[in-house]
């Protein structure tokens, strides 16, 4: 009976390391690429003066905490609404669920949009946006908050990993427009996960 306790507690550590071995090397795949894509002169938002000294981003270590499993529960027939943006520019969105999640006793809701241009195009027809702000804007990241890119779940949860949690361009050039995110995604959270505040230095 021991023997049999001892290999299913085996086991089952045996499975979360790697399941953190995993989760790790998924989110590194991520950050690989996005320094890629910074690093290519046809692909960044990189000023030329800032692309030739680039590197890499700074990232806060790896966290699996930060990547939560959410309910989720679709909402359908919302009205479409424009999100305002850095510039003149106001794209339409349309709240497709919320997320619902606890974390340190807080509880959240958390809503999730999908743009109505973006869902006409093939590659990004299952394409959803998740703006936010937290605690650690205008100190360890960028003031206008970040975004994490999401998919259109299959069932009743949603993944969301804020190990994945990236700036707007317009944290790196005055060229873009980015949309501002709306006072119901701002978390009471310190968020320290994913990219950090771009430092031209």
Not at 107 to 122: A, V
Request: net charge negative; proline share 7%.
């Amino acid at each position: 009976m021991l023997k049999a306790s001892l290999s299913i507690i085996t086991l089952s550590l045996s499975t979360f390391i790697c399941a953190q071995q995993s989760h790790e090397e998924e989110i590194k795949k991520w950050q690989t690429e996005l320094n890629e894509e910074f690093a290519n002169p046809e692909e960044s938002p990189l000023e030329k003066k800032d692309l030739k000294k680039f590197k890499s981003h700074d990232f806060f270590p790896i966290n699996e905490n930060w990547r939560i499993e959410a309910s989720f529960e679709f909402t359908p027939f919302q009205k479409p609404f424009t999100i305002p943006t850095t510039t003149d520019r106001l794209p339409v969105y349309v709240q497709y669920g919320i997320a619902r999640f606890d974390i340190d006793g807080q509880s959240f809701e958390f809503p999730i949009y999908q743009n109505l241009e973006l869902r006409e195009q093939e590659e990004y027809k299952d394409y959803l946006f998740a703006p936010f702000t937290d605690h650690t804007n205008d100190f360890e990241t960028y003031g206008g908050g970040r975004y994490i890119d999401l998919r259109i779940p299959k069932g009743d949860s949603i993944i969301l990993d804020f190990n994945k949690a990236y700036n707007p361009y317009c944290a790196y050039s005055g060229r873009y427009s980015c949309p501002i995110p709306p006072a119901e995604n701002d978390l009471a959270l310190q968020i320290e996960a994913g990219v950090k505040a771009w430092d031209k230095d």
